[in-house]
C-alpha cells in the first residue's frame, strides 16, 4: 500500500514537472505607433519582461515605461510627463491566457495561431483586452507577434486640444518575443 | 518712428529665435547615452542589492540617470533583428542587471564571453526583475 502511495505521488510529481513547463523572456520587444498622417509617434521598448505556461496557457508581460525608446526628445520627454506619467506609473502589465492553448503542439515545429485575452494595465488603468496573434515553435524556442489596438481614453491618457491632430486617439501595439524553456 | 521700427525689429528677432528654437526642440534627438558621463559607478550587485532593499528610494536616486555598472556576463541574447542584451550577474540568483544595447554596438556585445567581467554605461529605467539599463555600450 505505501509503495502504491509512493509510487503514485511520483507519478504525479512527474505529471505536475511536465504540467509546468514554462517559456520565459526578457529580451521582449513591445513598439507602439501613435502618429497621424501629422506626424509620426513612435516608441519601443526592448526588455519586456514575458512568462507563459505551455499548458494552463497562462501569461504575463512586464514593461518599465520609461525603457521605451524614441526619436525625438520631446516626445520622450512628453510620453513620460504628460501622457503615461511615468513617475507615477512606472510599469505596465499584461495578465492573461491563451484560450486555444490546447489546439498548440509545443512537440512540432510550426505557426500557430493564438488568441489571447486578459486585462491589461497602462497609466494605473485596468481594462480587458482580446488579441489574435501567432506562436511559431522551433525546438526549444517560441517566437510570438502580436498586433492589437489601445484606445488612448480608455486608459485615462489625455490629449491636450493642441496637439489633438498630431496624435492619433488610438495607439497600435506590436509584440514580439522570442521564448525560451525556463529551466 | 525710429522706436517704432526698433520695436518691430525687437518683435521680429524675438519670433525667429523663438521658431528657431522651437524647431530646435522639435528636431532634437534623445541624447546620446555614449557621449554622456556616468552619474554612477557601481557594480551589478551594488545596484541590484538597492533595488531590492528599497524600490522607491533606487528609483529616485537611479531613474533616468547615466550609470555605469560593472559586472560578470551571465548571458548575452541577441535577437533575429540583431538586438543585443546582455546580463550581469549580480549574485542573486533571482535579480540580474539587463543590459539592452543600442544597436549599433551589438557587434561588440555579440563578442562578450559568458564569465569574463565588463563595464557596461547605460541609463536606468527601473527594475522589473532585473534592474534593466537601456540604450547600453560597452566602456571596459
Known amino acids: 500500500m505505501k509503495k502504491l502511495i509512493l509510487a503514485s505521488i511520483g507519478f504525479f510529481m512527474i505529471h505536475s514537472s511536465f504540467a509546468q513547463k514554462r517559456y520565459f523572456t526578457k529580451t521582449g520587444t513591445v513598439s507602439f505607433r501613435a502618429g497621424t498622417a501629422v506626424e509620426d509617434i513612435d516608441g519601443i521598448n526592448k526588455s519586456t519582461t514575458s512568462v507563459f505556461d505551455a499548458t494552463s496557457g497562462q501569461m504575463e508581460f512586464a514593461l518599465l515605461v520609461k525603457g521605451f525608446e524614441f526619436n525625438s526628445a520631446l516626445m520622450m520627454e512628453h510620453f513620460n510627463e504628460n501622457y503615461m506619467e511615468s513617475d507615477k506609473y512606472p510599469k505596465s502589465v499584461f495578465k492573461g491566457t491563451i ?19 486578459g486585462i491589461l494595465e497602462i497609466h494605473g488603468v485596468k481594462k480587458e483586452v482580446e488579441t489574435t496573434g501567432s506562436f511559431k515553435v522551433s525546438g526549444e524556442t517560441i517566437t510570438s ?10 486608459y485615462k491618457i489625455s490629449i491636450p486640444g493642441l496637439v489633438k491632430d498630431k496624435i492619433s486617439k488610438t495607439a497600435k501595439i506590436k509584440v514580439n518575443c522570442s521564448y525560451a524553456i525556463l529551466k | 518712428m525710429k522706436k517704432l521700427k526698433k520695436i518691430l525689429l525687437g518683435m521680429l528677432i524675438t519670433a525667429i529665435a523663438g521658431t528657431g528654437y522651437g524647431f530646435y526642440l522639435f ?26 532593499a528599497d524600490e522607491t528610494a533606487a528609483n529616485a536616486r537611479y531613474l533616468d540617470k547615466v550609470i555605469s555598472t560593472k ?21 542573486d540568483p533571482m535579480a540580474m542587471v539587463t543590459c539592452s544595447f543600442y544597436s549599433e554596438e551589438a557587434v561588440s556585445a555579440k563578442n562578450l564571453q559568458k564569465g569574463t567581467e565588463v563595464t557596461i554605461k547605460g541609463k536606468c529605467t527601473g527594475k522589473l526583475m532585473d534592474v534593466v539599463l537601456n540604450k547600453c555600450s560597452i566602456t571596459q
Open chain 2, 71 to 91: 559586472g560578470i556576463v551571465a548571458d548575452v541574447k541577441v535577437d533575429t533583428t540583431g538586438q543585443a542584451t546582455v546580463f550581469l550577474d549580480s549574485g
Open chain 2, 27 to 52: 528636431n532634437k534627438k534623445p541624447a546620446d547615452v555614449r557621449k554622456l558621463t556616468a552619474n554612477y559607478e557601481l557594480t551589478a550587485a551594488t545596484i541590484v542589492a538597492e533595488f531590492n
Open chain 1, 99 to 117: 484560450t486555444n492553448i490546447d489546439k498548440l503542439n509545443f512537440q512540432k515545429d510550426g505557426v500557430y495561431p493564438v488568441t489571447v485575452k
Open chain 1, 145 to 154: 507577434t502580436a498586433e492589437f489596438s489601445v484606445t488612448l481614453d480608455d
